[in-house]
């Protein structure tokens, strides 16, 4: 059986992944994201008004016309979890494929509002849910999809893998080793162990390679809370205001918040649009359990209305947690620093960053931008209270060990991000153009004639 792999997107920067594996006549997509900070550096940019052919040449959505150069069907467009760099372009690009999008329940949800909010096409793809340790055929040809549970920093994420006669396809993007996660279940290694063993072995490993030059191991989600329990406690005393920001999506974080609001004695609220998107979801789903009078206002109005509220009753009982951890323009808490909400900030307020930096110039550059306003309104920052959701040197050994790849594909970065997860791969044996393949996007690799 023939296998290719064409390599669409997210092979030359993090943003708009998208890859497509084809076993014999049927092809399997993986991801369909956005680039972020291709939309960000342009003013005012809707991207739900867009054509996407606009969004292909901003470089915002993958190219996906190297999809002609596979003769096959495509049976399945996989996203492996709710990150936009993976959703984000199935509103644009989904509706050319007649085949149904396969996600976890919590993906699918959030792929669903994105395909809702699309002004310019009628997907109306089927919406299959599948959990982690379910499976799928695909075609009629032997081909089985599995999707493996791992741990990053949105829930529901999975590793799928494409069984096939010639061995298995797993595509590893975004995860970390957690076996203390702070909701849901840890990180399957055994099944990875397993298909490791199985059949075939593992013809292909597709794998993130953001932090494969970073040493040691990524820590657990429980360490980011705990570090977040220290931060709370130690300003518990203050009796002015104290606002946090994190990833909106990162529904552990945003719980952990929550909570240790509640210990030190202030009533949490969820503001911003994607807070409540997020976080809503989660809790309608059953994933998440917030208090019951847990407020969260995602339009502007509601918003300034609960701003106006705090002021008005004491910053000192409220924790406003909020958008806006990157200083995208126009994230709520870009619009505090810049004095465009009721909210008002006196000396020695305290906004606690449950975030790092993503280290890319668009998101460097916003985000001290942020703090600059902030700082100049009179807060202290507390920042950098985080743990990163993808896997370190030693979790890529493990991966590789659990494996055994005969072929390994780095992803998710630039060609400069790819050099560590390459000298890391050389370590362990493969060698760069017989079974390491560096390649770019709109590329095909043929594994298999």
């Not at 949105?154 to 006669?165: M, S």
């Not at 849901?184 to 013809?203: A, N, Q, T």
């Not at 060698?431 to 709109?442: C, F, Y």
Request: proline content about 4%; glycine content about 10%.
């Amino acid at each position: 059986m023939q296998i290719e792999i064409a390599t669409i997107g997210g092979y030359e920067a993090v943003g708009r992944q998208m890859t497509a594996v084809k076993a014999g006549s049927d092809v399997v997509v993986f991801d369909m994201g956005l680039n972020l900070s291709q939309v960000l550096i342009h003013d005012n940019v809707e991207t739900e008004k867009m054509h996407s052919l606009d969004l292909i040449d901003m470089g915002a959505i993958p190219d996906d016309r190297v999809m002609s150069d596979l003769e096959g069907d495509v049976q399945a467009i996989v996203p492996t979890h709710g990150h936009l760099d993976h959703i984000g372009a199935i509103s644009k690009l989904a509706h050319r494929y007649d085949a149904p999008i396969v996600a976890t329940p919590y993906t699918i949800e959030l792929v669903k509002q994105r395909i809702q909010s699309e002004n310019k096409f009628n997907v109306d793809n089927d919406l299959v849910k599948m959990g982690a340790g379910g499976t799928m055929s695909i075609g009629d040809s032997g081909v089985e999809l599995e999707f493996v549970n791992v741990t990053h920093s949105i829930i529901d994420a999975i590793n799928p893998v494409l069984h096939t006669p010639e061995g298995s396809v797993v595509y590893g993007l975004d995860k970390r080793m957690d076996h203390d996660p702070v909701i849901g279940d840890p990180i399957d290694m055994e099944r990875f162990r397993e298909i490791g063993r199985e059949g075939e072995g593992v013809l292909a490993y597709i794998e993130d390679c953001t932090n494969a030059g970073r040493k040691g191991r990524t820590p657990s989600e429980s360490v980011a809370k705990r570090h977040l329990q220290d931060v709370m406690h130690s300003v518990e005393d203050y009796d002015g205001g104290i606002v946090a920001t994190t990833f909106s999506s990162h529904i552990a974080r945003v719980r952990s918040l929550v909570e240790y609001a509640d210990e030190i004695g202030r009533q949490p609220v969820l503001l911003g649009r994607s807070m409540e998107k997020y976080s809503g979801t989660a809790e309608r789903l059953d994933f998440v359990d917030f208090p019951d009078d847990l407020g969260m206002y995602g339009h502007r109005k509601s918003v300034d209305r609960t701003f106006k509220r705090i002021m008005k009753e004491g910053k000192e009982d409220y924790l406003p947690i909020v958008t806006g951890h990157q200083g995208e323009p126009r994230a709520m808490l870009t619009r505090m620093g810049r004095g465009e909400t009721p909210y008002e900030f006196d000396d020695g307020d305290k906004v606690i960053f449950s975030a790092r930096v993503i280290p890319e110039p668009t998101n460097e550059g916003q985000r001290y931008q942020s703090e600059r306003l902030l700082k100049m309104q009179g807060a202290r920052i507390y920042d950098d209270i985080h743990v990163s959701g993808h896997l370190r040197e030693e979790g890529h050994y493990e991966m590789l060990d659990a494996l055994q790849p005969r072929n390994v594909i780095p992803a998710h970065q630039s060609m400069e991000g790819f050099a560590p997860y390459v000298d890391l791969c050389r370590d362990e044996g493969y060698s760069l153009g017989r079974d390491l393949h560096v390649t770019q996007n709109g590329n095909v690799i043929t594994l298999v004639e």
